[in-house]
């Protein structure tokens, strides 16, 4: 069974712009969670969604949004790009929410110049 | 808010030796699940073990175990038999286990574990 998918792998922006980063589940999964990593504030959860539905969000602005799509591929979102995004983003796929162990992509890596 | 703990930034071990790292962790829920997940440079996140807090015996799997003690909120992780191939970044993760509620996974700061010859 194929893995967690994120693309671009590689993405290079410029303050201002806006960036979509994508991830498709592991095949069977329904949960999508996002986490971006940086040197200095480590793994931070960004949100999750089931079922086309945000469950949960992080403490980050407004400007990080997100999307479920019915074959429960995701989509997360920042507008007005700021150089402080620049981080590693992660996406995780599970089952269901709860009880189920949590499977990570490669991330997509984001370069704001 | 749960928080976790990883005391130790840096640990180094010879290969075919064993190491264990350290997590402690803050909650105030009965039901939870903890995780040791491994990040090699490639920066892919690696599902190493899982255990969950109702279950008193320790998780194993292969030359990766666990020894959590509840009470103490801790829960350390010992590689036995060290390859170079271990060598990572290792995160401890908290979930909670209210049925229902978000997957959130809460990290801790990471242990880079060097594997030397």
């Known amino acids: 069974k194929a893995g967690v998918t994120q693309t671009p792998r590689y993405l290079i922006k410029t303050r201002g712009q806006q960036v979509t980063l994508s991830c498709s589940p592991i095949s069977g999964h329904r949960s999508v969670s996002w986490y971006q990593q940086t040197p200095g504030q480590g793994l931070q959860f960004l949100f999750e969604y089931f079922s086309e539905t945000q469950r949960n969000k992080g403490n980050f602005p407004g400007r990080f949004s997100g999307r479920q799509f019915s074959n429960s591929r995701s989509e997360m979102n920042v507008s007005t790009l700021e150089l402080g995004d620049s981080a590693l983003y992660l996406c995780?796929?599970?089952?269901?929410?709860?009880?189920?162990?949590?499977?990570f992509g490669p991330g997509t890596r984001l370069l704001v110049l | 808010a749960q928080t976790v703990t990883q005391s130790q930034p840096e640990m180094s071990v010879q290969e075919a030796e064993t190491v264990t790292l350290s997590c402690t962790y803050d909650t105030s829920e009965s039901d939870y699940y903890l995780f040791w997940y491994k990040q090699p440079p490639s920066r892919q996140m690696i599902l190493v073990i899982r255990q969950e807090a109702y279950k008193q015996q320790n998780a194993t799997e292969n030359r990766f175990s666990v020894n959590f003690q509840k009470a103490a909120k801790s829960f350390s992780l010992k590689i036995s038999d060290s390859q170079l191939g271990d060598a990572a970044m290792y995160f401890c993760?908290?979930?909670?286990?209210?049925?229902?509620?978000?997957?959130?996974?809460?990290f801790g700061t990471g242990t880079r574990l060097q594997v030397t010859l």
């Open positions: 995780a796929s599970s089952l269901n929410v709860g009880q189920e162990t949590q499977y």
């Open positions: 993760a908290y979930r909670s286990g209210h049925t229902g509620t978000a997957s959130k996974l809460t």
